[in-house]
């Protein structure tokens, strides 16, 4: 600490800081050991003369906390020559003021818990365009790791944010006579560290702090917040620190501000409560003001009376706040500070503004019009009812926490939750667009598209076989192919109709390429006492309810015409008897025009003490990830009595059958002239192998991100990361959807596969904000919703330029989070080792939506890319990721990234 903190015989101190804080160590026995003059005023100069008090005592070195040092006026000081903070968070307006008001004064950020007395960083000195989140560099007693914040036993990679702990010599023992507490805190070394310290001392620990932390590339670490500093407001959960951070963007000539959640009416009702810290306001105030000065209470003596000034700069707050974050991070209370009270270290009390609001001391504002929020604007019209509630149960929240004012992403939709309520109002009769949600999130102006109109043509089932009268065979020479080929009687065919774009894709891949392509095979323990007899009549209703699960493809005449036949009777139950733990029956599926494209067995055990096992094989023609779930989750409910509804698939074919010209336009348009380079880059001949896989979790930081989805994030990002690769601006990737967005009565409970594939055009511009390329690429996404199931063969035909769709070599899928209760009939799932190719493209990016993470699993060719590259390009976009989220002001070209060549 020597090198930041020079102290000699000629340095004299102040001994401000309490003996109940570690840092009272540093002003009395580091400083007497260096020799220096230790300065100790009085109690009264301490608290009400702190300026007047370096003076006198011609004090050169000062140690305090932010919030002390705003006691202190900078241009009065005569002696002063370093001040050093610790304690509390540092504030751009601290550093504006001490490197402005006094340049010659060194203005040093010290970070450092008392677990870890005295200072674990130092950032030295300040400079008026330092950034107040920089902490500095760790000391040479501490070395700094940043961890996963949910399990300090995975390191994160650089730049990305997690939780800081600390190891070295200055890290305490633990608590005294708090051995839970000293265990939680204080940990042994993790399995990573003794990679990097394999002859680490028995007994070593480091400590967890609970503070988030960001590694710079200079090396040096930015503080984002606790870890524990969250709550709860209204079911969303906020972060404290972010809303502050747009406070002081709100109230810029405020000295601080906090914002905590309070309680009223007797601890019914919370609150979020803004606290500003500001000497003075105008001095025009209201005509209440003087009715509400405050008189002997110490605790309304904290407290400036109203004034319209601070009416006024409320409502601007307001404004701004509304713009930058969700409502429910919008305080509903604001409160003038005359000063902040401390508790003995000199830290703000956050606890005792708590409880002046708790207490209802604060009421003698409530009558000012912009200390309150206006009353939430509740829906009068039967449409915006509908909405509302639709709303309420498609994000999970009660019908009286939604308002007209309320903006659906802000409340914690998303892409799934858009799903559910186009669902929930298409059940209703109405008509509402995924598209519509995210062009209008706010719930009022999301109100006027909502309609009764457009479902006539989609409620109705299509007649059997109506669907082929556009075939140049007649419905009765396709329905001879499909006996012949299936190998059935004609009375088990009950429909037949086109196979949708990616079912024909999936199945001529299958088909043409070796064993096993595209073939998924899953395995579930089953809990003990199934009932196998009731669980093979369970899967017979559920059959009969999802034709997609009695459908086979058959081709015409040898054409490249492909129709999907839904038979009376589908795949029966396979047994087999094995008490063998490892024993896997071989259920394979061949790609083959007629063949059964779904095998599903059980594995009894004569042992009461092994579980018997259920085996599914699918082919991806009949399934895509949601509805494999969907099948599941049927096939439990028809084991527990539920009686399952029938959903046919004909009225999705059919819609998809009515392509407009409106989607040829906008395909047309959408790829004139497509050049992006194909990365990564295939030789003419060269049949991609993608066998090699990595898995990369990705940390979601805690911040708010209004109206722009994790999706869209992601989606941007690896663009951007394959910009980096090509040394090009365009990128063009397949990106897959779930496709479900589609106006067809219960698509969003339909098991079939609806998966739409479709070229995802970015252009890369350097010079632009990143929120403003994200909101670009979210309006892109938006545009191309309606238009999604166009296929593989008719974008080819649409596309101009030596770039083919088809030949694109990079698929990303984002898989969203979909919260589900653990089953009653099995225990955990497990996928089997695939017999064949389940990719067919270079590199196959499945990116899996998890409650604090993303789950990256890349399946990639290594003659196309090497292991290390893949490696390197996953952390690329780890610290891309963290940026985008974190820093969205910033310039694309500010996005620090890691060279290809490190």
């Known amino acids: 600490m020597r090198e930041h903190l020079p102290m000699n015989k000629d340095t004299r101190m102040l001994q401000y800081s309490s003996h109940a804080f570690d840092v009272s160590v540093l002003d009395l026995a580091v400083s007497l050991m260096a020799g220096c003059c230790l300065c100790i005023p009085s109690a009264e100069d301490r608290q009400n003369r702190l300026t007047e008090t370096l003076n006198e005592f011609s004090v050169d070195l000062v140690v305090l906390t932010p919030t002390v040092s705003r006691m202190v006026h900078p241009e009065r000081l005569t002696s002063l020559r370093t001040l050093k903070v610790i304690g509390e968070a540092v504030s751009s307006f601290d550093i504006q003021r001490w490197t402005t008001a006094a340049p010659h004064i060194k203005f040093v950020n010290m970070y450092g818990p008392a677990e870890c007395t005295i200072s674990s960083t130092v950032q030295s000195p300040l400079k008026p365009d330092s950034y107040s989140s920089n902490i500095g560099y760790p000391l040479s007693s501490a070395t700094a790791w940043v961890v996963d914040p949910s399990d300090h036993h995975r390191l994160l990679p650089m730049g990305a944010v997690g939780e800081l702990l600390i190891q070295g010599p200055i890290v305490g023992r633990g608590y005294l006579n708090r051995p839970e507490q000293t265990a939680a805190a204080f940990v042994p070394p993790p399995a990573w560290f003794l990679q990097f310290k394999p002859d680490a001392s028995e007994g070593e620990r480091l400590y967890k702090t609970g503070d988030l932390v960001q590694y710079a590339a200079d090396g040096s670490m930015h503080y984002k917040g606790r870890k524990d500093f969250q709550v709860k407001l209204r079911g969303q959960r906020l972060e404290l620190g972010e809303v502050e951070a747009q406070l002081r963007h709100s109230f810029v000539d405020a000295l601080d501000v906090i914002a905590e959640v309070a309680y009223l009416n007797q601890g019914k009702t919370a609150a979020l409560v803004a606290f500003i810290h500001q000497p003075s306001w105008d001095a025009e105030s209201s005509s209440t003001s003087s009715s509400a000065t405050v008189g002997d209470n110490t605790d309304l003596d904290l407290f400036h009376p109203p004034s319209d000034a601070f009416d006024r700069a409320v409502t601007q707050a307001r404004a701004m706040m509304a713009d930058a974050l969700p409502s429910y991070m919008e305080p509903s209370i604001y ?120 479902l006539s043509n989609v409620q109705k089932v299509p007649p059997p076989f109506s669907l082929l009268e556009n075939d140049a065979e007649s419905p009765d020479a396709v329905i001879q192919q499909a006996i012949k080929q299936c190998a059935v009687e004609d009375e088990e065919v009950e429909d037949i109709y086109p196979c949708s774009p990616l079912q024909h894709g999936f199945f001529v891949l299958s088909n043409t390429r070796k064993h096993g392509t595209l073939v998924v095979r899953f395995a579930y323990d089953l809990r003990p006492g199934t009932d196998i007899d009731r669980l093979q009549t369970a899967w017979n209703e559920t059959k009969k309810a999802h ?174 990361v394959i910009s980096l690769q090509t040394s090009v601006p365009e990128v063009t990737m397949a990106v897959g959807t779930a496709g479900r967005g589609t106006q067809v009565a219960g698509i969003e409970r339909l098991v079939a596969p609806t998966m739409a594939i479709f070229p995802y055009r970015t252009h890369i511009d350097a010079k632009q904000r990143v929120i403003d390329a994200l909101h670009d690429s979210q309006s892109h996404y938006v ?110 070209e500010e996005l620090k990234i890691i060279p290809a060549q490190e």
């Not at 000012?368 to 149960?393: D, Y």
């Not at 380079?677 to 090699?692: C, K, L, R």
Request: glycine share 6%; with cysteine.
């Open 335 to 454: 409160l003038p500070l005359v000063r902040i009270p401390k508790s003995r270290s000199g830290k703000a009390d956050r606890g005792q503004l708590r409880q002046i609001v708790n207490s209802g001391l604060h009421e003698r504002w409530a009558g000012h019009a912009n200390t309150v929020t206006a009353p939430r604007k509740m829906p009068t019209t039967e449409m915006e009812v509908i909405l509302c509630s639709a709303v309420a149960g498609a994000i999970g929240l009660s019908e009286a926490d939604i308002g007209l004012e309320d903006n659906f992403f802000h409340r914690g939709g998303d892409s799934v939750a858009a799903m559910m309520l186009v669902g929930s109002l298409r059940e209703q009769g109405c008509h509402l667009t995924v598209a519509d949600i995210f062009s209008h999130p706010r719930l009022e102006n999301m109100a006027t598209k909502v309609n009764r109109a457009h």
């Open 547 to 720: 034709p997609m699960l009695r459908t086979r493809v058959i081709q015409l005449d040898g054409k490249d015409i492909y129709h999907q036949v839904v038979l009376s009777r589908g795949a029966q139950f396979e047994f087999y008897d094995s008490d063998e733990p490892d024993y896997v029956p071989d259920l394979p599926i061949e790609a083959e025009p007629g063949n059964s494209l779904l095998r599903i067995a059980v594995v009894r055990r004569s042992s009461p003490l092994q579980h018997h096992r259920l085996f599914v094989t699918l082919q991806h023609s009949i399934y895509d990830g949601w509805s494999r779930v969907l099948f599941m989750q049927e096939l439990e409910r028809a084991y527990t009595g539920v009686s399952l509804q029938h959903l046919p698939v004909s009225p999705f074919i059919g819609h998809l059958g009515r392509t407009n010209e409106e989607t040829k336009q906008f395909w047309t348009s959408e790829l004139k002239d497509l050049r992006s380079p194909i990365f990564p880059h295939v030789d003419p001949g060269y049949a991609p192998d993608p066998a090699t896989t990595l898995i990369h979790h990705v940390s979601i930081p805690k911040v708010a991100s209004p109206q722009i989805t994790l999706s869209t994030k992601i989606r941007w990002v690896w663009s951007r």
């Open 783 to 892: 545009k191309i919703l309606p238009h999604e199931h166009y296929g593989t063969r008719n974008l080819c035909r649409a596309a101009t330029g030596p770039t083919s769709p088809a030949a694109l070599q990079t698929l990303m899928i984002v898989q969203p989070h979909i919260e589900q209760a653990p089953s009653s009939l099995w225990f955990e799932e497990e996928l089997l080792p695939q017999t064949g190719a389940f990719h067919v493209r270079g590199l196959t990016m499945h990116c899996h939506l998890q409650a604090n993470s993303i789950e990256i699993m890349a399946c990639f060719d290594e003659n196309l890319i090497s292991k290390g590259d893949m490696l390197r390009m996953l952390s690329t976009f780890d610290l891309i990721f963290q940026q985008v989220c974190q820093e969205p002001t910033d310039l694309v």
